[in-house]
């Protein structure tokens, strides 16, 4: 359905969106490469309203979209679902001014890990005319969405570039979505014209 579409683009506009008026809005010592998006919708953050409002639209979005994917198996579905699930959870547990809060780092993990698995769970042998429909398509989504959440989850240890890891591994996986939302509407005017 047509809200579908329109929640699969607005995901990762608003998520970027965000990040980018988030970050001109804080201190000089604030750095992109270095820093998360959570630095920008905790508590530390300078006007930390605009990311966490960001993060919440990022989540519903992708509640909203796998609720129209009618034409995916139910587990593809919940997975993407969960994703935005953990997207609202971070909006609603952001992290303290210094440290850590174990409530958020649970829904980064969780929320990073189904992002990340997502397409494996999109893959179907019976839409063989897309790429991105296809077992090889979505297994290929998968590794690469896989390798970028361990690359985000390592930076995550001290690394000096995990603001920079985290956005180069989450531009993708929020766009996602929406390749399978076009290619699902592909198909189905593929097979209406058969």
Do not use: K
């Not at 587990?75 to 210094?98: D, E």
């Not at 969780?110 to 897309?130: D, N």
């Not at 956005?167 to 699902?184: K, M, S």
């Amino acid at each position: 359905p047509w809200w579908a579409v329109a929640s699969a683009v607005l995901a990762p506009v608003a998520l970027t969106a965000g990040w980018v008026v988030a970050g001109t809005v804080q201190p000089p010592e604030y750095s992109a490469v270095r820093q998360s998006l959570s630095a920008l919708a905790g508590h530390g953050g300078a006007e930390r309203w605009i990311m966490t409002t960001s993060l919440f639209v990022l989540g519903a979005c992708h509640v909203i979209t796998a609720l129209g994917l009618s034409a995916l198996r139910p587990s593809a579905r919940l997975v993407l679902g969960g994703a935005g699930i953990s997207g609202i959870a971070l909006a609603a547990l952001p992290q303290p001014a210094n440290g850590s809060a174990t409530s958020h780092v649970v829904s980064v993990v969780i929320g990073s890990i189904l992002i990340a698995t997502f397409p494996a769970f999109v893959g179907s042998r019976s839409r063989p005319q897309s790429f991105a429909l296809s077992v090889r398509g979505s297994a290929i989504a998968t590794a690469v969405f896989v390798a970028l959440t361990v690359a985000f989850l390592i930076s995550a240890q001290g690394g000096q570039y995990f603001g920079l890891v985290e956005r180069v591994g989450l531009t993708p996986e929020t766009i996602w979505p929406l390749v399978v939302v076009l290619a699902l509407r592909r198909s189905a005017r593929q097979d209406a014209g058969t």
